[in-house]
């Protein structure tokens, strides 16, 4: 199972999340019924997970929770906006909550034990957004995943 760093999830508190949750859900017209809570609240706990590896931690909760219902209310959560899937190169679908623009975070990925790494930087932030004015580009998003050796992977050769 991969690792994860999970830092620009703990400033939203999860009653913040799940509540942002439940608002969007009925916006959507869509019940925030129980298992769609879970999956939510497993997601904000372990971010970067599978489907697979979520449908695991949310079944240590509810054990009757199927495959299909972790599925559908991932995909549910992500039309809604508050959930963003990425490939991080290993050739699955790997999830995390949405925080709001103003929380942007990029990634840093393990290439040996695939542990994932968030991290904020203004400067790169900056940097960004004047190599796309210089190029004429109005920014409307962008993503950023630097893969290398994490420092145990390093100890270890």
Known sequence: ?????????????FDAWRSRVVERLARDHQRPTPQRLLV?????????????????????????????????????LEKCGLVNCSNFG????????NLHAAEHHDHMICTGCGRIVEFENDAI???????????GFELTSHRMDLYGVCPRCQRRK
Do not use: C
């Not at 199972?1 to 508190?13: I, N």
């Not at 997601?43 to 299909?68: M, S």
């Not at 932030?125 to 210089?134: C, D, S, V, W």
């Open 1 to 13: 199972m991969r690792g994860t760093d999970v830092t620009s999830q703990a400033k939203l508190d």
């Open 40 to 76: 939510a609240e497993t997601l904000f706990h372990h971010g970067h997970q599978n489907l697979d590896e979520l449908h695991q931690h949310a079944r240590r909760a509810d054990p009757t929770l199927g495959y299909a219902t972790v599925y559908r209310t991932l995909k549910l």
């Open 90 to 97: 290993d050739g699955t679908a790997r999830y995390e909550i």
């Open 125 to 135: 932030e900056a940097m960004q957004r004047q190599i796309a004015l210089a190029h």
